[in-house]
C-alpha cells in the first residue's frame, strides 16, 4: 500500500462565533480560503499537483452551500483545475476530509489531496440546514433528542459528575492559555487578513483564561429547562428506562465554544512529496468511523478509538497523546474512562471548551494540534476522536515520521 | 334530492344552499354522503347565474362526523384510500368551483363534519355553548383525514394547528370564534343564514388562503424553518412525554402535519391520506373506536338496563363531607338536585361547602345568579333528623363496617320508605352492608371515583337483594347527573377496586422480588398505563392498602402473607405511607420528586428476568386476569363494562381498547400459557380462571375481529 503522509497542517485563529466576533464581518469562503493559501505558502506549493480538496462543512445553506470547497479553491487563488467537494458528517466533518483524502492516496488512485474544513457559526446559523434529523417521525421512532440533552444523559449514565465536567474544564481553559503562551500553536496558526492585509484575528479568542471552579459553579444547566419542560428528557427514556431523572450537568462553560474558524492538512504519498521538495511530519496509520445509539449520541469515540486501534495493531496504552474533541466535557471525561487513558494524555493543549469548535473545521484542526504537540514533546503516536451528531464517532491514529 | 342533499336556489341573491339533511338524527360521512354531497355540489353550480353557495344542515348538529361503522369495517387500505381520495377531491372541487362558499354551522361540526366547514371559504356559526367545533379523531385511535390535518395549519397556524388536532380539541363556539376555528358568530340560525349570504355578497372573489399566491402561515411560523422545527421538536417530545408513546394516532397527526405542510395543498393531503389510512386500519383504531364509541355509547345509553321513567329522586342526602362527600354534593347540585350534606363535625362540614364553592367558582360560564342558585341548593347539616325528605341517600363515611352499619341503621330510621339507600364503599359487599338495612331491596351500591367532578365512571354494585327498580331508578339519576354506569354484581372489591389493586400490588409484589422500582414505572407508562403503579400506590395512599389488606383478611379468614403484603406493610411500619405523608414510594422533598433509595432494602431476592417488556407484562397479566375472573364469577355482566370500567375508573391502558381487547389482541392462549408459567413461579393467584381456558381450547375472542 501505497500510505499516507501528512506534509503539513495550518488552522486560522478561531473567533468567537456570534455578532461581536472578530471573524463575524469575514465570509466563510475567506476563512476557508485563508487557510487554503496559508497551506499552500509556507510550502511553496504547486497546486496544479492537487488531485483533490476535501472539505468538511457541516451547514451547508446561505453563504455556505453550494459546494464551499470548490469556491474556496477558487477565491484562494489554487489552479483551476483543482477540483473539490464539500462533506458532511457534522462534527467529525474535518477529521472526515483527512480520512477520505488519506484513502484517497493510499489506495494509490491519488497522490496529493488537501483535506480541511471551514464553519462560520457566527453567519450561518448552526441546524439552518434543516435535515430529516428534525423530522417528528425520526422523534417518535427513535427518542432522538438534541445534544445537549444526550451528553447530560452520557454524564448521569456513566456517573460524571457536575464537579467532573466543571474540573474539566477549568483544565481546558489553563492549558490553552498556557499553550498560547509558549506559543505552542505558532507553528500552525495563519492569521486572517483583509483584503488590505490588515490582521483581523490572530489568535483564539474564545479562551476565558480565569476561568475557576468557583465562576462556573455560578452557571446553571444549559438543557435542564428544556430537558424537564419540554419533554426532552422523557423523550430518552424509551432507551434509557432505567434513568429516573437525567442530571443535567452541562452549561456554556463546560461545553464547546461556538466560533468562526478554518483548516487546511496537505496529505500524500511518498513519491509526491519527494515530487514537490516536501518533507513528511507525520502518516496516517489507521481510521476508523463507526455509529452508535443515536439518543445517547456522544458515545462513540470509544468504539471509533478501538477500532482504529484494533486496524493499527495498537494498544490504548501505545498512544502518546490524545485529542478527544471537548464538544460537552462529559464526553473526553467518558472516552477516558472508556479507553481507560489518563488526562495526561488527553488535549494537552486545551481544547473546544477553550478554543472553541467550528463544526465542520474542528476534525482537521485537532489533527494539526496533536501533530504539534507531539513534535513539541518529541513524541510518536497521536489519536484523534470526535463524537458525532446522530450517533457516530470518528478516529484517526497518525505516528511521525 | 338524494340521499338526503337538495340544493336550493335563491334567483335574486344569486345563492344556493346545499343542504346537508341524511335520512335518521343526523348527517355522517360515508359513501352515501360522498355521492349526496356531489351531486348537489353539481346542481348548485348549474344554477344559472350562481353567485355563491352556502353548505347547511337540516339537522340539529351540521355534522359531527364519519360513519364509524364504515371506519371501523374498513381494513383494506388500497380500497380505503381511493374512497378517502373521493372525498379529498370533492371538497377541492368544493373550495375551487369560483365562487364563495360559506359553512352555516348552525349546530356542532366535528371531525369531518368540521373538515366540511374548513373546505368552505368563510365559516359563521351560531353563537352558543352548545355549539362544538374541532377534530378530535385521535381520541378514537385516528387522525382527520379530509383534510383535517392539512386546512386547519394552513387557516389557524402551524402551533395551534398542532394542540387542535394532536390533543384532539373540542372547543365551544365561543373558543373556536377566539381560536379562528370559525369566522363569525350569529345568535340566531336564520342571522347565521343572512351571514352567510351577506359576506357571499361582499366577497365575489373568495378564494382559499392556500389557493391564493404568496400564501404564508398565519401566526407566524412557516413550516421548514429553524422555528417550525424547533416547534415540531418541542411538540413531538411533549407528547411522548405525555403518552410514552404508547398512541399512535397523535403521532400520526403531528407527522401528517409537519410532512404535508412541507409541500402544497394537494401534496399535503396525500401525505394526510398515507397517514389516515394506515391508522384506520390499524389494530388500535379498531380497538379505541369499538370501545370509546360502541361501548361507550352503549354505556352511556344504559342499554340492556332496567328503565325507570321517573326516578323519584328530587332531594340526594350525602353523608360524609370529605373530599368525595363534598364532591357528590356539588355533582348532584350542579344538575338540579337538591342536596343535604351531613357530617359529624361542624369543621368538616364547613371544609365541605368550602369545597362546593370553591367548586362552583371554577365554573366560569355560569352566571353569578346561576352560580347562587347552585349553591343555594347545597344545605350542610350535623343533624340526622334534617334527612328525613331525602330520596337518595350515599354515604360515603370512612371504611368500616361496623361504622357504615350504624349510619345505615341511624339514617334508615328518619328516611321514607320509598327513599334509596346507597354505599360509596369501594370495596365491601354492598350484601354484607345491606344486613343493617330494614329494606334490602331499597339498597345499592354508587361506587365513584375521585376527584367526582372529573372523573365520569360510576360503579353500580346490585347486591342479591337489590330491587329492580332500585337498580333502575338510581341508573335514572346517574343519567341526569351525566355518569356512565356501570353495573356489576357484588362480591369483594366489586371489579375495578380488585382491578385496580391487582395492578398496584403487583407493582409492590414487583418491589418485593428485587425488580428496578424505576423501570416498573415506565414498563407501565410505555404499555399504555395512564399512571405508573408506584406513583399512583402514593396517592391512594400505603395505609388504604394495608387496611384493605386487613379486611379481605377478615373477609377470606386466612392471613394474607406474600412479598407486596409485606411491602406495603413495612412501608407502612416506616411511615412511608404516601403522598400526603410526603414519603412513601417516593420521596416528596427530593426536586423532582424521586423513587425511595431504601426500596431495595426491601427486595427480597434478586430477579432472574426483568426488563421493560418482562415488567410491563406482569402489570398488565394481572390485571387482565383479574377482568377475566370478575366475568367468571359473574361480578361482570358485560364485556363492555369491563372494558369501560377498567379504562375510564382507573386508568387502564386507553389505547389497548381495555383488557379484554389487550387479551384478544394478545391472544387468549398466550395470555393463558403466561398466566399459568407466572402461577407455576409465583403461586395459584396467578391462574387464569376456567373462562380463558375454554376459550384458549376453542380458539375463542371476547370480540369479534375486524
Known amino acids: 500500500m501505497a500510505g499516507a503522509f501528512i506534509y503539513d497542517a495550518v488552522r486560522t485563529p478561531r473567533g468567537r462565533g456570534k455578532s461581536s466576533g472578530s471573524l463575524h464581518t469575514t465570509k466563510a469562503v475567506d476563512l476557508l480560503a485563508t487557510a487554503l493559501r496559508g497551506l499552500r505558502d509556507r510550502n511553496e506549493l504547486d497546486t496544479s499537483a492537487i488531485d483533490d480538496v476535501t472539505v468538511g462543512c457541516v451547514t451547508q445553506v446561505a453563504e455556505q452551500g453550494s459546494c464551499i470547497a470548490r469556491t474556496g479553491v477558487l477565491v484562494a487563488g489554487y489552479d483551476e483545475r483543482v477540483p473539490a467537494v464539500t462533506l458532511n458528517r457534522f462534527c467529525g466533518s474535518g477529521l472526515e476530509a483527512v480520512n477520505e483524502a488519506a484513502a484517497k492516496v493510499a489506495s494509490g488512485f491519488m497522490d496529493v489531496v488537501v483535506a480541511g474544513g471551514v464553519e462560520s457559526m457566527s453567519r450561518v446559523k448552526m441546524g439552518s440546514d434543516g435535515g430529516a434529523i428534525w423530522d417528528p417521525t425520526m422523534e417518535f421512532a427513535y427518542g432522538t433528542v438534541p445534544q445537549g440533552i444526550s451528553a447530560d444523559l452520557l454524564a448521569t449514565l456513566h456517573g460524571i459528575t457536575r464537579q467532573d465536567v466543571d474540573a474539566f474544564a477549568v483544565a481546558s481553559q489553563k492549558r490553552a492559555a498556557a499553550a498560547w503562551e509558549r506559543r505552542a500553536f505558532a507553528k ?63 452549561h456554556a462553560g463546560n461545553a464547546s465554544g461556538i466560533v468562526d474558524g478554518a483548516a487546511a492538512v496537505l496529505v500524500g504519498n511518498e513519491d509526491a512529496g519527494k515530487r514537490l521538495g516536501l518533507k513528511p511530519r507525520a502518516r496516517i496509520r489507521a481510521m476508523a468511523s463507526i455509529g452508535d445509539e443515536p439518543v445517547i449520541m456522544l458515545s462513540a469515540t ?15 496504552s501505545d498512544i502518546d497523546l490524545y485529542e478527544i474533541n471537548e464538544a460537552f466535557a462529559a464526553v473526553p471525561l467518558y472516552t477516558m474512562q472508556g479507553l481507560g487513558i489518563d488526562h495526561d494524555k488527553v488535549n494537552v493543549d486545551g481544547g473546544a471548551i477553550a478554543m472553541g469548535h467550528p463544526l465542520g473545521a474542528t476534525g482537521a484542526i485537532l489533527l494539526g494540534t496533536v501533530l504539534d504537540a507531539l513534535e513539541a514533546r518529541d513524541l510518536s503516536t497521536g489519536l484523534v476522536t470526535l463524537c458525532i451528531g446522530g450517533g457516530m464517532g470518528i478516529a484517526t491514529i497518525i505516528e511521525r515520521v | 334530492m338524494s340521499n338526503g342533499f337538495s340544493a336550493q336556489f335563491d334567483a335574486e341573491t344569486g345563492i344556493a344552499t346545499l343542504l346537508m339533511q341524511m335520512e335518521g338524527r343526523a348527517n355522517k360521512i360515508n359513501m352515501a354522503f360522498g355521492e349526496g354531497f356531489a351531486a348537489a355540489l353539481d346542481d348548485c353550480l348549474a344554477f344559472e347565474g350562481l353567485k355563491g353557495i352556502i353548505v347547511a344542515s337540516g339537522h340539529k348538529d351540521f355534522c359531527v362526523g364519519a360513519d364509524l361503522d364504515f371506519v371501523y369495517r374498513s381494513r383494506d387500505a388500497a380500497v380505503f384510500r381511493d374512497q378517502v381520495r373521493q372525498v379529498n377531491a370533492l371538497y377541492r372541487k368544493l373550495e375551487t368551483a369560483g365562487v364563495p362558499v360559506v359553512a352555516a354551522l348552525t349546530g ?24 362544538q367545533l374541532g377534530l378530535p379523531e385521535v381520541n378514537l385511535g385516528v387522525i382527520p383525514g379530509a383534510g383535517g390535518t392539512q386546512r386547519l395549519p394552513r387557516l389557524i397556524g402551524l402551533q395551534a394547528a398542532l394542540e387542535h388536532v394532536a390533543q384532539g380539541k373540542i372547543v365551544r363556539a365561543p373558543q373556536a370564534k377566539k381560536a379562528g376555528l370559525v369566522d363569525d358568530l350569529q345568535p340566531t340560525r336564520e342571522a347565521v343564514l343572512e351571514a352567510a349570504a351577506a359576506w357571499i355578497a361582499a366577497n365575489p372573489r373568495a378564494k382559499q388562503p392556500w389557493d391564493s399566491k404568496g400564501f404564508r402561515y398565519p401566526g407566524g411560523v412557516q413550516p421548514d424553518t429553524g422555528d417550525a422545527r424547533n416547534l415540531f421538536a418541542a411538540g413531538a417530545a411533549m407528547l411522548v412525554k405525555k403518552t410514552a408513546g404508547a398512541y399512535a394516532a397523535p403521532e400520526a397527526a403531528v407527522s401528517a402535519i409537519y410532512e404535508g405542510t412541507l409541500v402544497g395543498l394537494d401534496a399535503g393531503l396525500e401525505v394526510e391520506t398515507t397517514y389516515f389510512v394506515n391508522r384506520v386500519v390499524s389494530d388500535q383504531a379498531k380497538d379505541m373506536i369499538r370501545t370509546f364509541w360502541y361501548h361507550k355509547n352503549a354505556v352511556d345509553k344504559q342499554e340492556g338496563l332496567p328503565r325507570a321513567d321517573d326516578a323519584r329522586v328530587e332531594t340526594v342526602a350525602i353523608l360524609g363531607a370529605g373530599m ?11 344538575r338540579g338536585f337538591e342536596v343535604l350534606l351531613k357530617d359529624i363535625g361542624q369543621e368538616a362540614l364547613e371544609r365541605g361547602l368550602a369545597h362546593c364553592q370553591a367548586q362552583a367558582g371554577k365554573l366560569r360560564h355560569l352566571s353569578t345568579e346561576d352560580r347562587d342558585a347552585l349553591l343555594s341548593r347545597i344545605t350542610g347539616t350535623l343533624n340526622v333528623e334534617d334527612l328525613a325528605d331525602a330520596d337518595l341517600v350515599i354515604e360515603a363515611v370512612f371504611e368500616n363496617i361496623d361504622l357504615k352499619h350504624e349510619v345505615i341503621r341511624e339514617t334508615e330510621a328518619v328516611l321514607s320508605p320509598e327513599a334509596i339507600f346507597a354505599s360509596n364503599t369501594s370495596a ?29 365512571l360510576v360503579e353500580v354494585i346490585t347486591a342479591e337483594g337489590t330491587g329492580e327498580e332500585t337498580l333502575a331508578r338510581a341508573l335514572k339519576v346517574m343519567g341526569t347527573i351525566k355518569k356512565t354506569p356501570i353495573v356489576v354484581n357484588d362480591g369483594y372489591g366489586f371489579y375495578t377496586t380488585r382491578f385496580f389493586s391487582a395492578y398496584i400490588m403487583e407493582a409492590a409484589q414487583l418491589v418485593s422480588e428485587g425488580h428496578d422500582p424505576v423501570l416498573i414505572e415506565w414498563a407501565a407508562r410505555q404499555a399504555g398505563m395512564v399512571v405508573a403503579p408506584l406513583k399512583v400506590f402514593d396517592e391512594v395512599t400505603l395505609s388504604l392498602a394495608a387496611h384493605g389488606l386487613d379486611m379481605r383478611e377478615k373477609y377470606e379468614g386466612k392471613p394474607l402473607d406474600f412479598g407486596a403484603a409485606r411491602v406495603v406493610r413495612k412501608m407502612v411500619g416506616l411511615g412511608r405511607t404516601g403522598k400526603a405523608a410526603g414519603k412513601g414510594f417516593y420521596d416528596y422533598a427530593a426536586q423532582p420528586r424521586k423513587l425511595w433509595d431504601g426500596l431495595k432494602d426491601l427486595a427480597e431476592g434478586t430477579p432472574e428476568v426483568t426488563g421493560v417488556d418482562y415488567l410491563a407484562d406482569r402489570l398488565m397479566l394481572v390485571q387482565v386476569n383479574e377482568a377475566a375472573r370478575c366475568l367468571d364469577e359473574g361480578i361482570l355482566r358485560t364485556h363492555r363494562d369491563a372494558e369501560i370500567g377498567a379504562i375510564l375508573g382507573v386508568g387502564f391502558s386507553p389505547a389497548s381498547g381495555g383488557p379484554l381487547a389487550w387479551i384478544d ?28 381456558r375454554r376459550m384458549a381450547e376453542n380458539g375463542e375472542r371476547f370480540f369479534e375481529k375486524v
Open chain 1, 188 to 250: 500552525s496558526v495563519v492569521p486572517v487578513v483583509d483584503m488590505n492585509g490588515l490582521v483581523v484575528l490572530d489568535r483564539d479568542e474564545h479562551i476565558r483564561p480565569d476561568t475557576t471552579m468557583e465562576s462556573l459553579a455560578k452557571l446553571s444547566p444549559s438543557f435542564e429547562m428544556m430537558g424537564r419542560n419540554f419533554g426532552l428528557d422523557a423523550l430518552t427514556k424509551k432507551r434509557y428506562p432505567q434513568v429516573e431523572h437525567i442530571d443535567h450537568v452541562h
Open chain 1, 302 to 316: 470509544v468504539p471509533a478509538s478501538q477500532r482504529a486501534l484494533q486496524k493499527a495493531g495498537m494498544k490504548a
Open chain 2, 108 to 131: 356542532s361540526a366535528l371531525g369531518g363534519g368540521y373538515e366540511v366547514a374548513l373546505a368552505c371559504h368563510h365559516r359563521v356559526a351560531l353563537d352558543s355553548p352548545a355549539v
Open chain 2, 324 to 334: 368525595m362527600g363534598a364532591g357528590l354534593a356539588f355533582v348532584f347540585a350542579q
Open chain 2, 428 to 456: 365491601l359487599p354492598i350484601g354484607d352492608l345491606a344486613k343493617a338495612s330494614v329494606r334490602p331491596a331499597n339498597f345499592i351500591g354508587l361506587h365513584f371515583f375521585s376527584p367526582v367532578e372529573k372523573m365520569p
Open chain 2, 665 to 692: 389482541r394478545r391472544g387468549v392462549r398466550d395470555v393463558v400459557e403466561k398466566l399459568d408459567a407466572l402461577a407455576a413461579r409465583l403461586g395459584d393467584h396467578y391462574a387464569p380462571p376456567a373462562l380463558l
